[in-house]
């Protein structure tokens, strides 16, 4: 099984919603991570997980917050978003050993659309 | 600073010719890896190919091949025998042995494969 099954695939929420976004992968990949994507631009990390434990925050603002409650699970929590939160967010997992660290190759869901009226 | 760099906006190509995609990266570290990866209209990233910082041998997958020229610090990558399904945004990608994880992509290039 190589596949990060990613759902929703499309989220239309208010600004005053909370929703979740959930991501499953079960190749055993111990580094998850979230991605944030703008139409024609290339993707922009924002957390990375590793061994479960939250290992980069790119001065991603609250009202976005990760949780990755085992080794196969990653969810993003959202809260009072703003429409320019609007994107495409793509969680992605690799390998997570000392020599991953710089040729661990991501295995991407297909997204979730969000969409934030 | 920019560390990966895409110069090719947008790309065309006929069936069935060969395409080359460029790249060129900056780094300090010794370690590192480049990637690219392929994103169709549908959104999802795909993986391609992997070349190593300490590889002599350009990587080859299947129609995909990698031209890494380490003095120069380009990683770029060649079609052969494009196909129609090959149309798609292409990104260049890097990870440092320093970066704790973090892939970082270029701009990206798309592709527009000719029938």
């Known amino acids: 099984d190589t596949e990060v099954t990613q759902t929703p695939k499309h989220l239309v929420m208010g600004m005053t919603n909370k929703k979740s976004l959930k991501c499953e992968q079960h190749m055993g990949h111990r580094a998850m991570y979230w991605y944030k994507q703008k139409a024609k631009k290339p993707p922009e990390l924002m957390f990375v997980?590793?061994?479960?434990?939250?290992?980069i925050n790119e001065s991603v603002p609250s009202r976005f917050s990760p949780e990755c409650p085992n080794s196969s699970l990653l969810n993003l929590h959202l809260h009072a978003l703003q429409p320019e939160d609007s994107a495409l967010y793509l969680c992605?997992?690799?390998?997570?050993?000392?020599?991953?660290?710089?040729?661990?190759?991501?295995?991407f869901g297909s997204g979730t659309q969000l969409s934030v009226l | 600073a920019q560390k990966i760099t895409q110069t090719q906006p947008g790309m065309f190509v006929q069936e069935k010719e060969a395409v080359t995609l460029d790249c060129t990266y900056d780094?300090?570290?010794?370690?590192?890896?480049l990637f690219w990866y392929k994103q169709p209209s549908s959104g999802e990233m795909i993986f391609l190919i992997y070349?190593?910082?300490?590889?002599?041998q350009n990587a080859t997958e299947g129609r995909y091949s990698l031209n890494f020229q380490k003095a120069r610090k380009s990683a770029n990558l060649v079609i052969s025998a494009s196909q129609l399904g090959d149309s798609a945004m292409y990104f260049c990608?890097?990870?440092?042995?320093?970066?704790?994880?973090?892939?970082?992509f270029g701009a990206g290039t798309r592709l527009f494969v000719k029938a």
């Open positions: 992605a997992s690799s390998q997570a050993g000392q020599g991953a660290v710089f040729s661990g190759k991501l295995f």
């Open positions: 997980y590793s061994y479960e434990k939250l290992s």
């Open positions: 070349q190593g910082s300490y590889d002599e």
């Open positions: 780094t300090s570290d010794q370690s590192y890896g």
């Open positions: 990608a890097m990870r440092e042995r320093g970066g704790g994880f973090k892939t970082i």
